[in-house]
């Protein structure tokens, strides 16, 4: 079995400070962990993925994110948020065990990046 | 560079009416899927496909029908629509199981009343 917890539903930031979304995640494989960004009235773009390569991933517009399996955490940092980074953030885990696939989309966080 | 393309956009529906929307892509991939977006619940799973007429059901297929004749395509249908369908639903394919992107169409959104 597999989950994923995004631990705040809403995040507020002000421009230019720092932004966390935090994700933990259960899985009895190995996984591949995935953020995705879905801007209002869009679909969901890939932001990142681990793959059990390095640990801290570097993604577009800045984001990064480490994966700490000590702590099953996967938080998306940013340092220093913009107005367009306003969205809402879905941290997801696939395993892939003997040709089975599950993907566990987590509930969403929205960022609000206040000026 | 179409990618993923859902149609339609919007839908309004009356109860027990039937629909059907389309997912195309073109990038050649073998795996797609059907989510429904809810508030405060994430993304679920409705139905899948692994390939060229093969469909398997994901968390919540119960309303729903699936088909995949064509490799670029997947058709999502509601038989008799009802209140709860009300929703956003997307599609994603993938070419590459556990480590490929999920490549999503921008959404459709139906109402039904």
């Known amino acids: 079995a597999q989950s994923v917890t995004q631990l705040d539903s809403h995040v507020s930031v002000s421009e230019g400070t720092p932004v966390l979304l935090r994700c933990n995640y259960s899985?009895?494989?190995?996984?591949?962990l995935f953020w995705y960004v879905q801007h209002p009235n869009k679909g969901l773009q890939l932001l990142l993925k681990?793959?059990?390569?390095?640990?801290l991933v570097k993604g577009i517009n800045g984001f990064e994110a480490e994966f700490k399996k000590s702590e099953t955490s996967f938080h998306l940092t940013k340092p220093s948020a913009h107005m367009s980074d306003a969205a809402e953030y879905f941290c997801v885990v696939r395993i892939n065990s003997g040709g089975y696939q599950k993907v566990t989309f987590g509930i969403g966080t929205k960022l609000q990046v206040i000026p | 560079n179409a990618g993923v393309t859902q149609t339609p956009k919007f839908r309004v529906l009356k109860t027990g009416q039937s629909m059907t929307l389309l997912c195309a892509q073109d990038m050649n991939h073998e795996y797609m899927y059907w989510y429904r977006q809810d508030p405060g619940m994430g993304l679920r799973l409705i139905h899948y496909s692994v390939g060229e007429g093969t469909t398997a059901k994901g968390e919540v297929p119960d309303g729903y029908n699936v088909s995949r004749l064509k490799k670029q395509n997947f058709l999502l249908g509601l038989e008799s629509a009802a209140p709860s369908q009300t929703s956003v639903y997307f599609c994603a394919s993938t070419g590459t199981l556990n480590t490929g992107e999920l490549f999503f169409g921008e959404g459709s959104r139906l109402t039904v009343l």
């Open positions: 681990y793959t059990s390569a390095a640990t």
């Open positions: 899985s009895s494989y190995s996984p591949s």
